[in-house]
């Protein structure tokens, strides 16, 4: 039993099972499902967007039955079909913020749910504005909670809806072109098969997305007790 669910965790922090077990169609849920529910936090967004670049036409030709003979209407075709299911989940997390409200912070912790990542995004949030739902899209967990915390704190919906657009496009065409044309380049350039090394690139991705995350979650900064003033001390003297 203990094998089975070691195997199991270990696949689904692996970008290329998804990809060669679900293909373009659950590439897509995985999108959505990252920003637009709870359970989404702790999928590879990012490795699994670079990955699928290096995969864009077996996952347009096997996923839409489609064959255009061409590298660069594969990556448009994937690229804009990931714009619009992660705009989509974005969406239904910020409705889902709004008409929640509150009452997401006296939620109890559960497997799919955590206090501290809702926190963490809100102060994020708070520090960033609303360019936050940009750089939410390069930041693991953040990126699941911006868009509910926006919904929450009811910012305008069209600037959310604006920057949710933006954050999309420049993430997905990011991730996606980036690991089609780096896989290009190194196979030309040095003759390595990414596609057989694909550990070193999750790894280096998961490293460089999540240290800021982390450092955030484990390094923050204590809070103090507010210091009282002249006044305050006067108050609080003749009270006793």
Not at 49 to 59: P, Q
Request: with cysteine; charged share 20%.
């Amino acid at each position: 039993m203990l094998e089975i669910l070691e195997f199991s965790i270990k696949e689904l922090l692996n970008p290329e099972f998804y990809i060669q077990n679900g293909g373009l169609w659950l590439v897509l849920f995985i999108v959505f499902a990252e920003t637009g529910l709870f359970a989404g936090f702790f999928l590879p967004g990012d490795t699994l967007l670079f990955v699928s670049g290096i995969y864009s036409n077996e996952l347009i030709v096997q996923g839409l039955g489609l064959n255009l003979n061409s590298d660069f209407l594969h990556l448009v075709f994937l690229t804009g079909m990931v714009i619009l299911a992660g705009f989509i989940g974005n969406e239904l997390g910020y409705w889902f913020g709004k008409k929640s409200g509150p009452a997401l912070y006296h939620r109890k912790d559960s497997f799919f749910f955590k206090q501290k990542y809702l926190h963490k995004a809100h102060d994020f949030f708070e520090e960033r504005g609303a360019f936050t739902i940009v750089i939410a899209r390069f930041l693991p967990i953040i990126r699941t909670f911006a868009p509910i915390v926006a919904g929450i704190v009811t910012m305008d919906k069209k600037k959310f809806t604006f920057y949710n657009l933006v954050g999309c496009i420049a993430w997905s065409v990011s991730m996606i072109f980036g690991g089609h044309y780096l896989y290009k380049i190194i196979l030309d350039k040095f003759g390595f098969d990414l596609k057989e090394h694909l550990e070193i690139i999750v790894l280096g991705i998961v490293i460089v997305t999540t240290a800021p995350v982390l450092i955030k979650l484990f390094s923050g900064n204590k809070t103090t007790p507010p210091k009282i003033g002249p006044e305050e001390e006067i108050e609080s003297s003749s009270e006793a």
